[in-house]
């Protein structure tokens, strides 16, 4: 069964305060890891798919990596926008399902 | 485009009663699923479908029945609410099987007393 686990649970970062959130993952075969954005009482958003170990995406502020065993989330010199709730899942060549993290909350304080 | 939408917004039932959440895009997404998301436990797959006509079950079906007669339309139906489904419930949707980037919609908030 593919499992993903996201840590922190919370984190609270001043402004301009760099830091990385971590997915840990276990599947049989990885087909993809996605990265989503959620803020409050809203749908998730789409931030990144990584397809291998070594591939990096950037966006803005966000750059997630991605290892054969985990994948992290670096936020550089966030501001308080960046404040939301990070989703990490992962998809396995066996079925088209994404299997998703607890995720991980950020807020960045002014 | 107005892409994944869902009615209601919110919803309060009474342990017993059915309802129909509804789910819509005009992406022409050959792959649409539902989710619920509670606290501490992330996004949980109920059911899903690959095309107009083939759906399957997820991670927790039990309780809900979807359809797919259309490309755009994939609702899901309550049978009888029980308080373990009171939740936050989303649809979503990507291009195919190939297309990884999903898209979702913005979530009903169901309570059932």
């Known amino acids: 069964e593919d499992q993903v686990t996201q840590s922190p649970e919370a984190l609270r970062l001043q402004e301009g305060e760099s830091s990385s959130l971590n997915c840990s993952y276990t599947v049989s075969g990885l087909r993809g890891l996605f990265w989503y954005r959620q803020d409050p009482g809203k749908g998730p958003e789409f931030l990144f798919t990584l397809y291998s170990a070594g591939e990096e995406k950037e966006k803005e502020r966000l750059k997630a990596t991605l290892t054969k065993k985990e994948s992290f989330l670096h936020i550089t010199a966030p501001k308080p926008e960046d404040s939301a709730t990070y989703l990490c899942a992962v998809q396995d060549y066996g079925n088209n399902r994404l299997a998703f993290g607890k995720g991980n909350q950020v807020v960045v304080i002014p | 485009n107005a892409g994944v939408t869902q009615t209601p917004k919110f919803q309060v039932l009474k342990t017993g009663q059915s309802m129909t959440l509804q789910c819509a895009q005009d992406?022409?997404?050959?792959?649409m699923s539902w989710y619920r998301q509670d606290p501490g436990m992330g996004l949980r797959l109920i059911h899903y479908?690959?095309?107009?006509?083939?759906?399957d079950q997820g991670e927790v079906p039990n309780g809900y029945n979807v359809s797919r007669s259309t490309t755009e339309d994939f609702p899901l139906r309550l049978l009888s609410a029980a308080p373990s489904q009171t939740s936050v419930y989303f649809c979503a949707s990507r291009e195919d099987r190939g297309k990884n980037e999903q898209f979702f919609g913005p979530g009903t908030r169901l309570t059932v007393l």
């Open positions: 479908s690959v095309g107009a006509g083939i759906t």
């Open positions: 992406m022409n997404h050959e792959y």
